[in-house]
C-alpha cells in the first residue's frame, strides 16, 4: 500500500503509454497453471505498518486531542471492566501453553487440511467440528497477542480457543528466533498471518487469492478493526491488560467484519485499491459536489462525500487532506452493512486508519432519499456540530431535489452500470480498468457467461491470477498475455493505469492487442461520466 | 453549543441502556407506530418529534460499550432519560446502574429519569420475569432523588412491549407531561397525530353529503 500510496500522488502522466501501443512483445507469454511460488515476498511494501506513524496538521492535532479526550474521562470502557472482570482473567501468561495442548491443537488445524477425518457421533456437534466448517473456502481468526480469540468468520470464538492458541504459538515460536511468521502453504491450503502489536490476524484459505492478496486483504480486516476502536483505544487496552477480551468491545461490529471479508470475495476494488464511481454526467457530478461545498461551509468538515450502491457518487473534502481509498472502502463497508441508518439521521464515531488511527472523526449520516438508495456522509472533527451538520444536510437535500440531481443519481443506479456491448469490441468478455492516479476503476456488468455464482466466483479467481502475476514481487511484469482453457486473460500496467481483460479462448495475441487498444480509446471519450478526474475542495 | 441556539429543542430525552435490549425498536413504535426488529444502532439515531408547540429532540443511542465516549454529547443537558432494561436479563438492569446512571451527570439538574422494562410481551410466553416490579419501582424513585416525584402521577417505572405497542405512547407522554405540559387547547392539538389510518371507515363523507342537502 505504501506503493499506491505513492502512485496515487503521481501526476497523469503523459497519454503516449497508450497511443504508442501497437505491438509489442508481451514479455511473458504462458499457459503455465497457477505453478506459483510463493518466495521472496515484499512483507513490508505490501502492509505498511505505519499507524502509529504522526500525521501532522491542524485536523490531525483535533482527531487527537478527542482521542485524550477519552482518556480524561473516567468511565472510559476499560476501566469500568477492570470492576467486572473474572478470576479467569487474571495475569497469567496465555502464550505458555502446556504441549497437551499443543498437541491436541495441532491435531485440529491438521483437521482444516483433512476433512475427511471421520466426524464422531456427539450428542451436540460444534459447528466447528463439522465438515462444512473446514471445507470453507476463507477462514479468517484475529486474535490477541496473548492468544485470546476475538474473532472468527466462521463458527464461535469459545470453540476455536485451542486452535487459536497454537497460533498465538506459532507467532511466538518463530518471534523467539527474532523472525516473523509470513505464511505456510499445506497442500491447496495457505496459512497467512499478520502480526500486529496487538492482534494477530489469520487467514487460512485454499481460495484463488496468493499470499500476498490475502496479506492485503488481512490487513483491511485490521484496520476495520481501528475504524471502529482506533489504535490508540487498541494499545491503551492491551497495554493496561494484555489478557483483554477484546470482544467486549467488538460487539455489534463483527458484522462489519464479516461484510467486509464478503464484499473482498466478489468485489474487485478492495484488491485493487480504488474505488468504483457512479458512472454520471460529469456536469450532473459538479453540480452535487457545488452544491455541497456551497452548502456545507461549516469550520472543521473534513469531507463530505455521496454514496449510491457502494459507488462514490461524489467526494468534497478539506484542502490538504485526502481521504485513502482503503479509508474509502471502509466507508462504503459501514454503510453497506448497516440498515441502522436508514431509520435516522446518526451520528457516530469513526477512525480511519489510514488518515489517522490516533482518533475518531465524527460522521453524521443520513439517506437523501426515501427509498434510502443515496447516503450522504458529512465527516468533522468537531464531535458538538451534529446540529450544525443536519441543517447543512437538509440545505444540501433540498438544493439536489429541485436541481433534479437525486432524480438523475437515481437513473444512474437503476440503469445499473453498463454492458460490455457498449465498448463496441467483439471478444472482449470483462475488463476492469484502473486509473492509478484517481484510484478509482471501472468495470462493466457481469453478463454470460459469468451469470451464475460459480462462474462469477471464477472469474473473480482468474482476476486474482492475472493480478498476482502481474504484481508479484519476486517479478514484477508490465504486460501478461495467458491463454486458459476457458479463456484468454490480458493484463496490462502502466504507470496510468492498469488494465486487466477477459476474452474468449479462441482470440489470438493480435486480435486481443488491438481489442485492448481499441478499449483505452473507448475508456478515454467515457472518462469524464465513469471516474471523478479530481475532487472538489472546500 | 451555537448548534442548539440554532435548532433548539425544546427538550431533549435521550434513551440508554445496554445492548439489544430493544431500544430503537421502541423509539420505533412510538414515532412510526409499528413494531421491526432492529439492526443494531451504529452510534446514536436522531429523531425529531413535536409535541403541541414544542420541538423534542430523541437521541437513541447505541448500546455498545465502546460508543460510551460519545455519551457525553448527547447527554449534556437532557431534560429526560429513558433507561431501558431488558425484563428477562438480570444484567441488563445492573447495567443501568453500573453504566448509565454515570453518564446523565451531564444532564439537566432536574432531568427526570424513567426506567423502562422492555419486552414485556416475551414474559407472556415461556421466559421468566428477572427484575420484579418492587425492585424496579424502588430503584425508579432512588434515582429521581433530585426532583419531587410525589407531583408524578405515578412512579416513573413502566413495564412496555413494543411489539405489541403497550405502554410505549405512555412513556413519552408521562415524560413530556411532566417536563413540557401542554394546556387544554394544546392538547386537542397534540392528539391529532397527524397520521392517517387507510383502514380505518371514514366517516366523513358521509357528513358532507348531509350538508350538501
Request: aromatic share 10%; net charge negative; charged share 25%.
Amino acid at each position: 500500500m505504501a506503493e499506491r500510496k505513492k502512485e496515487a500522488d503521481h501526476l497523469p502522466t503523459s497519454e503516449s503509454d497508450q497511443d504508442d501501443f501497437i505491438e509489442p512483445d508481451p514479455p511473458v507469454v504462458t499457459n503455465q497453471a497457477v505453478a506459483d511460488t510463493f518466495v521472496n515476498i515484499d512483507y513490508e511494501d505490501l502492509v505498511n505498518p505505519d499507524y502509529d506513524s504522526h500525521p501532522s496538521g491542524y485536523i490531525h492535532e483535533i482527531v487527537r486531542q478527542g482521542s485524550h479526550d477519552d482518556d480524561d474521562e473516567p468511565r472510559v470502557a476499560v476501566s469500568s471492566v477492570s470492576d467486572v472482570s473474572t478470576g479467569e482473567e487474571s495475569s497469567e501468561d496465555h502464550t505458555e501453553i502446556s504441549t497437551k495442548e499443543i498437541s491436541q491443537a495441532l491435531d485440529e488445524v491438521s483437521k482444516l487440511q483433512h476433512p475427511e477425518v471421520s466426524l464422531e457421533d456427539e450428542e451436540e456437534i460444534d459447528e466447528v467440528d463439522t465438515q462444512e466448517w473446514r471445507q470453507r473456502k476463507k477462514h479468517v481468526f484475529i486474535l490477541s497477542q496473548a492468544g485470546k480469540p476475538v474473532y472468527t468468520r466462521f463458527g464461535n470464538e469459545d470453540k476455536l480457543v485451542t486452535v487459536m492458541g497454537v497460533m498465538s504459538a506459532l507467532v511466538s515460536f518463530v518471534q523467539d528466533s527474532k523472525d516473523l511468521v509470513r505464511f505456510m502453504v499445506a497442500g491447496d491450503h495457505k496459512f497467512v498471518f499478520l502480526v500486529r502489536e496487538h492482534l494477530i490476524l489469520v487467514c487460512v484459505s485454499h481460495g484463488a487469492e496468493s499470499s500476498q492478496q490475502i496479506l492485503l486483504h488481512l490487513s483491511y480486516v485490521y484496520n476495520q478493526i481501528l475504524s471502529v476502536l482506533t489504535f490508540s483505544t487498541l494499545h491503551r487496552i492491551f497495554k493496561q491488560r494484555r489478557n483483554y477480551d477484546l470482544r467486549r468491545l467488538l460487539t455489534g461490529a463483527e458484522k462489519f467484519l464479516d461484510n467486509l471479508l464478503n464484499m473482498m470475495d466478489t468485489e474487485p476494488g478492495m484488491l485493487l485499491g480504488a474505488v468504483r464511481c457512479l458512472p454520471l454526467d460529469s456536469q450532473v457530478r459538479d453540480n452535487i459536489a457545488q452544491t455541497i461545498v456551497q452548502n456545507a461551509k461549516v469550520k472543521d468538515l473534513v469531507f463530505a462525500l455521496i454514496l449510491a450502491n457502494n459507488q462514490l457518487v461524489t467526494l468534497v473534502r478539506m484542502k490538504k487532506y485526502f481521504l485513502h481509498p482503503m479509508d474509502l472502502h471502509l466507508i462504503i463497508n459501514l454503510v453497506n452493512a448497516s440498515e441502522s441508518f436508514k431509520a435516522a439521521e446518526s451520528w457516530t464515531p469513526i477512525c480511519l486508519p489510514k488518515f489517522d488511527s490516533s482518533g475518531f472523526l465524527q460522521a453524521h449520516i443520513s439517506y437523501l432519499d426515501d427509498r434510502c438508495e443515496t447516503c450522504l456522509l458529512l465527516l468533522s472533527v468537531d464531535r458538538e456540530s451534529f446540529f450544525i451538520l443536519s441543517e447543512c444536510r437538509n440545505k444540501i437535500k433540498e438544493r439536489l431535489v429541485k436541481y433534479n440531481a437525486l432524480k438523475a443519481i437515481s437513473d444512474s443506479l437503476m440503469k445499473t452500470s453498463y454492458s460490455i456491448q457498449q465498448c463496441g469490441i467483439s471478444d472482449l468478455r470483462h475488463f476492469l480498468y484502473k486509473s492509478r492516479h484517481m484510484a478509482q476503476f471501472t468495470s462493466p456488468e457481469l453478463e454470460a457467461p459469468y451469470l451464475s455464482e460459480t462462474e462469477q466466483e471464477r472469474l473473480c479467481g482468474l482476476y486474482f491470477y492475472l493480478h498476482h502475476r502481474i504484481h508479484t514481487s519476486a517479478r514484477p511484469l508490465k504486460i501478461l498475455y495467458t491463454v486458459g482453457p476457458h479463456e484468454t486473460l490480458l493484463g496490462w500496467v502502466t504507470q496510468s493505469f492498469e488494465l486487466y481483460a477477459v476474452f474468449g479462448p479462441l482470440v489470438t495475441k493480435v486480435a486481443a492487442i488491438q481489442a485492448i487498444n481499441k478499449l483505452l480509446r473507448w475508456v478515454k471519450r467515457e472518462e469524464d461520466r465513469l471516474f471523478i478526474p479530481n475532487h472538489v475542495t472546500f | 453549543m451555537m448548534a442548539e441556539t440554532k435548532r433548539k429543542a425544546d427538550l431533549k430525552v435521550i434513551i440508554l441502556g445496554d445492548y439489544n435490549v430493544g431500544k430503537t425498536s421502541f423509539v420505533c413504535r412510538y414515532i412510526d407506530g409499528t413494531f421491526q426488529t432492529k439492526e443494531p444502532t451504529i452510534g446514536a439515531a436522531f429523531f425529531l418529534k413535536q409535541w403541541g408547540p414544542y420541538n423534542i429532540a430523541v437521541w437513541d443511542t447505541a448500546g455498545d460499550e465502546r460508543y460510551t465516549g460519545l455519551s457525553n454529547f448527547y447527554c449534556r443537558n437532557a431534560g429526560a432519560a429513558i433507561l431501558a432494561f431488558d425484563m428477562t436479563s438480570v444484567s441488563s438492569f445492573e447495567s443501568l446502574w453500573a453504566r448509565f446512571i454515570p453518564l446523565l451527570d451531564s444532564a439537566l439538574e432536574n432531568c427526570i429519569k424513567v426506567v423502562v422494562g422492555m419486552k414485556l410481551d416475551l414474559l407472556d410466553s415461556d421466559r421468566t420475569r428477572e427484575i420484579t416490579i418492587e425492585e424496579a419501582t424502588k430503584f425508579s424513585r432512588e434515582i429521581n432523588s433530585n426532583i419531587d416525584i410525589s407531583h408524578l402521577p405515578k412512579d416513573p417505572y413502566f413495564e412496555t412491549s413494543s411489539l405489541k405497542g403497550s405502554n410505549v405512547t405512555e412513556v413519552f407522554e408521562y415524560i413530556f407531561n411532566h417536563c413540557v405540559p401542554l394546556t387544554d387547547a394544546e392538547k386537542r392539538v397534540a392528539g391529532n397525530t397527524g397520521i392517517v389510518d387507510l383502514s380505518k371507515p371514514v366517516n366523513d363523507g358521509a357528513k358532507d353529503k348531509k350538508k350538501c342537502c
